[in-house]
């Protein structure tokens, strides 16, 4: 196991779970980034998998591969969530090769360029709504009756701090996570009293993601000082989240959201103070 220190995430070298070795996950956003990351740790839990991926099959082969490696069974399903005909077929396409026992909602779509609220595009904020927002809400109702009939099962959003903390330029992307972050409430209570934990990540900024590649190096510069634990947040720190959420080991989450950003908010003032 890698050591977890300033630098580093914790990687485990083999499962931490062992009741997630056999199951299956379907990873929609899977095969780069953060969803790579997830994808990875999961297999390493000895999970079997669909990844999702919406452009580049051969960045997608790499990632099934990765997962491969570990043992497990990989589909691959090309198909882009926000829209509803290749949603449908995506989970189609999952349930038909067998049992769904958690979904993570990871795919999204991050900023068009830095827009002010009053000047975001009509068409950018349908699609970021459609692939943001309805990907997550209707690949969920999809998986629902199945994990249902199961009695068990666990739906895992991949949600961000702009949902509730103001973010230049960061409007359409934050309003379509401030709703997946209520729709996961929602789910939570919902779905609860048949054995589905529905759950939530709100990542901080996630150095090395997939996201914002314009500013993304910026970001990741100006961030870093301001964050107690000494780095920013990895893919692979997400990764142990989202497993830890799969796993058997959180019976009573129904609808929580788990804040992970290295204590950049609790101290968010002390940049002001201290200057």
Not at 207 to 233: K, L
């Amino acid at each position: 196991m890698s050591k977890n220190n300033k630098t580093a995430p914790l990687v485990p070298d083999g499962p931490i779970y062992p009741e997630l070795k056999g199951r299956r996950a379907l990873v929609l956003g899977g095969s780069r980034g953060i969803g790579r990351a997830i994808s990875e740790r999961l297999a390493t839990e000895g999970m079997h998998l669909a990844i999702n991926y919406s452009r580049s099959a051969d960045i997608a082969e790499e990632a099934a591969a990765a997962c491969r490696e570990r043992g497990v069974d990989v589909q691959l399903i090309q198909g882009d969530i926000g829209v509803e005909s290749e949603l449908k077929t995506v989970m189609e396409s999952c349930i038909s090769e067998g049992p769904l026992d958690v979904l993570v909602n990871n795919a999204a779509r991050g900023l068009e360029r830095p827009r002010s609220a009053s000047e975001q595009r009509t068409q950018h904020l349908h699609k970021t709504m459609d692939v943001n927002l309805f990907g997550p809400w209707f690949a969920s109702q999809m998986a629902i009756p199945h994990m249902q009939a199961r009695g068990s099962g666990a739906i895992i959003n991949l949600l961000s701090p702009g949902a509730w903390k103001y973010m230049a330029g960061y409007s359409a992307v934050a309003t379509s996570k401030a709703a997946l972050e209520s729709l996961t409430r929602y789910l939570g209570v919902e779905l609860a009293e048949h054995g589905i934990r529905v759950a939530g990540v709100s990542s901080g900024w996630v150095e090395g993601s997939d996201g914002e590649r314009a500013i993304r190096d910026e970001i990741s510069e100006r961030v870093r000082p301001h964050v107690p634990s000494g780095r920013n947040i990895a893919p692979e720190d997400v990764a142990a989240v989202v497993a830890w959420l799969a796993s058997d080991q959180t019976p009573m989450f129904a609808g929580q959201v788990l804040q992970l950003d290295g204590g950049f908010d609790a101290s968010s003032w002390r940049a002001i103070l201290e200057d």
